[in-house]
């Protein structure tokens, strides 16, 4: 299946962007840069626009959505926007009964541990995905050449949610069940993912230019239960858009020893956490796909010369990929400074794309 007609990919509007064309190995115009978690948080516009509303709601109204992935690439002229929503989205829009209570996270009203419930859940509807569809359509008509982002969360994590019923440390829940209960565990972990894919559908077809899928809490799997338990789920969720030909980002944290095994479940461009080199990661790699990442949030309050030393060093050994998304290694702190982040989109556009080891301060 092509892409719809009008779509920023294929009418042309994004196809040479300096991201997509990092995405696909190509050579961009400008050193890419985006950060996860920009729409909001460390904005006070964000703020000021979410006083008074839920998260869940400022998600499904389309015009606030829209305003809030908007606003960072307006305030710091990245070369991406990731669309502004939350990973139970779609929990929310098939009928379970979750919210997301501030301080805590996403939280259940009854957390899903059997096979019964698991076949109990309903199915979303595409019809479901409209609120979605038009937040992307007033998002894309507004960006122009600047690529939205389809945002989706894995379905390991989104199944840890649901197995645990709020945020947990280690995710022992859903690791136990894996063994204790496997089928539930296929049967929970393949609803997450289909619920996952027709989320990101909905955003490529309305108009986002890549997507991608973040497997916040993959890092406290072993390689094995990832690959048995995890990879063909996470698989599924990019079958969804694997048709329509958009580039497929996979993030996860704490998962440097997962990255192959992540890169075969489907995706085209790696995430790397902060944890993990860039030029080590294309090594595990096999030096054949692009990489986004990985400034570590710990230096944003750092002095700026100490930040600068570092995100050139993030470019020097991004440079050895294919292809090189400038981001950071995990999201933005909510006190993280904003003018910071466009001091770091200002160098990064100042540098031809793989040249930051041939500055006089680097060393090559």
Known sequence: MTLPEGHPLRDGRTTHSPLIAAYRSQ??????VWFMRQAGRSL???RALRRGVSMLDSCLRPDLAAEITLQPVRRHDTDAAIFFS?????????GVDVDIVPGVGPVLSEPIRTLAQ????PELTDSAFEPIREAVRLTVAELGSTPLIGFAGAPFTVAAYMVEGRPSRDHLGPRTMMHSAPEAWDALAHWAARASGAFLRAQVEAGASAVQLF???AGSLGLEDYRQRVAPASALAFDAVRELDVPRVHFGTGTSELLPAMLEAGADVMGIDYRL???????RLGGRTPLQGNIDPAYLEAPWEVLEAHVREVLKRGSAAPGHVLNLGHGVPPETDPSVLSRIVELAHSLEPGSAHRDPGVEP
């Open 215 to 217: 497997d916040s809490w």
């Open 86 to 94: 939350d990973i139970v989205i779609p929990l929310k829009l098939a």
């Open 277 to 283: 080199p860039l030029d080590e990661a294309n090594r």
């Open 44 to 46: 006070p516009e964000y």
């Open 118 to 121: 698991v076949r109990a859940l």
């Open 27 to 32: 050579v961009p115009s400008r050193q890419p």
